[in-house]
DNA sequence: GCATATAAGTCAACATGACTGACTTAAAAT
DNA sequence: ATTTTAAGTCAGTCATGTTGACTTATATGC
């Protein structure tokens, strides 16, 4: 495994940096969400309802397609947690004016509640995560995560 | 959402910036194991089924136990995929010589084959990111995921 | 206006991966 | 000899994903 030189390109990755990399992906994948699992389990919801609830809210009256793109499930996966939303009052519809075939999909004052709550504990991680690490590192770990992101995903992230 | 100052720490996080870490994060992963999952299902294994095989392959002779730990599953949840590699050949175990009790786990042959490939597609992915972004940007990549990761795991990554 | 395409929802069936709790077995430690 | 530990197992449950076929409503293009 000691690989040596391979072309032009100065950034030489060892095999193990590169596991490390995968590794830390891992655990802190893990770990961000272990802390809304538990919360969410309180409800009886899971992760696939959070899922839902986060994306509504940070673009109330999304469609359901658009939704589903997002999160590259099936239409029935998305269909039987996003019923169950709506059942419980979590998440409101309304028919689309212009195209009213589409369904909008928004939070409820209820549902704004429970995604305050889960969103408080993910920006709590992620801005402490942020601080011990330092502005300089925000900007790296912006710029990796970026790229590992395909690249079709990745103009959601144009400011 | 304009909030103004908030104390000494010099480093202000608006919640768009939080939430824009989030969303990195959830993108990143969902297509970093997107990959590797296409390829598990032609073995008809899944995501759990790598999980074992990767952290096998990182610590040859890990025990059960050691692997309950890395992935915070249950034993009954790692028995179901474990006992199915070792059916079908991709892991081999052997008792412990000092305690007896304990089963070492490692990859055979076959084992290592499939575990190569999937390595290789993911290393891929994130050799291709890291040099998409520059080694100053993987330092930070690092040192903000270790931070979000359990403080009681960080000290897998000590070098 | 009619044919086609699209958005959404539904039904039935299934696989995977997680969970719990209780229990067994073997071996180590006290 | 008793207790603890490591591992495995049994039985049942739940959440989340899948496929394929079908319906309904609406929009769009000719």
Do not use: W
């Not at 490390?20 to 992760?47: H, K, M, P």
């Not at 995560?145 to 103009?155: A, F, G, N, Q, V």
């Amino acid at each position: 495994m000691t690989d040596l030189k391979s072309g032009p390109n100065p950034l030489f990755l060892r095999h193990d940096q590169l596991h490390q990399g995968i590794e830390l992906l891992f655990y802190a994948y893990r770990d961000f969400t272990a802390e809304c699992d538990a919360v969410l389990s309180t409800y009886g919801f899971g992760r696939a309802h959070h899922r839902a609830i986060y994306f509504i809210a940070r673009s109330p009256g999304i469609s359901v397609a658009e939704l589903l793109e997002i999160l590259r499930i099936t239409k029935q996966s998305l269909s039987r947690v996003l019923s169950q939303l709506v059942r419980e009052g979590f998440v409101s519809v309304e028919k689309a004016q212009t195209d009213r075939r589409r369904r909008l999909l928004r939070l409820t004052d209820k549902g704004e509640k429970l995604e305050k709550r889960l969103s408080e504990v993910q920006r709590a991680r992620i801005g402490d995560a942020y601080r011990a690490a330092g502005g300089n590192a925000i900007e790296g770990y912006r710029k990796v995560l970026l790229s590992i992101i395909d690249e079709t995903d990745r103009k959601r992230f144009v400011e």
